[in-house]
Nanobody, 120 residues
Framework: QVQLVESGGGLVQPGGSLRLSCAAS????????VGWFRQAPGKEREGVAC????????YYGDSVKDRFTISRDKTNHTVALEMNNLKPEDTAVYYC?????????????WGRGTRVTVSS
C-alpha cells in the first residue's frame, strides 16, 4: 500500500526558511512528476510547485515564485521543497503527491501533511 509522508514543517518567523521533504513507501517517486500542495485553514487545497521527472522542469505558483524551490533527490527517492522568505500567508498544511500527465494527483489518498506556521 502506498503511503505518502511529508516532513519538515514547523513554526517559523516571517522571513525565515524551512525545508520540507516528501517520501513514499510502497512506491517510487523517481519516475513521476511530483507536486507540493498546501491547504490553509478554511481554504481549498492548492498547488504550490511541481517537478517533472522526465526533463527536470519545474513549475511554481505565482505566490511562491522566487521564494520556493522544488528539487528531487534520486538517491534517497525524495522530493524537497525549500521555502525561503516565508510569509504569514504561507501558513498551511503542506502535502505532496505524484502527478498524472494531466497534472492531477495520482493518489486519491493523501498523506498527513506537514504543518507550516509563519508567525512572529
Amino acid at each position: 500500500q502506498v503511503q505518502l509522508v511529508e516532513s519538515g514543517g514547523g513554526l517559523v518567523q516571517p522571513g525565515g526558511s524551512l525545508r520540507l521533504s516528501c517520501a513514499a513507501s510502497g512506491f517510487t517517486l523517481d519516475y513521476y512528476a511530483v507536486g507540493w500542495f498546501r491547504q490553509a485553514p478554511g481554504k481549498e487545497r492548492e498547488g504550490v510547485a511541481c517537478h517533472s521527472s522526465a526533463d527536470e522542469s519545474t513549475y511554481y505558483g505565482d505566490s511562491v515564485k522566487d521564494r520556493f524551490t522544488i528539487s528531487r533527490d534520486k538517491t534517497n527517492h525524495t522530493v524537497a521543497l525549500e521555502m525561503n522568505n516565508l510569509k504569514p500567508e504561507d501558513t498551511a498544511v503542506y502535502y505532496c503527491n505524484a502527478l498524472l500527465s494531466s497534472g492531477s494527483p495520482l493518489f486519491g489518498s493523501w498523506g498527513r501533511g506537514t504543518r507550516v506556521t509563519v508567525s512572529s
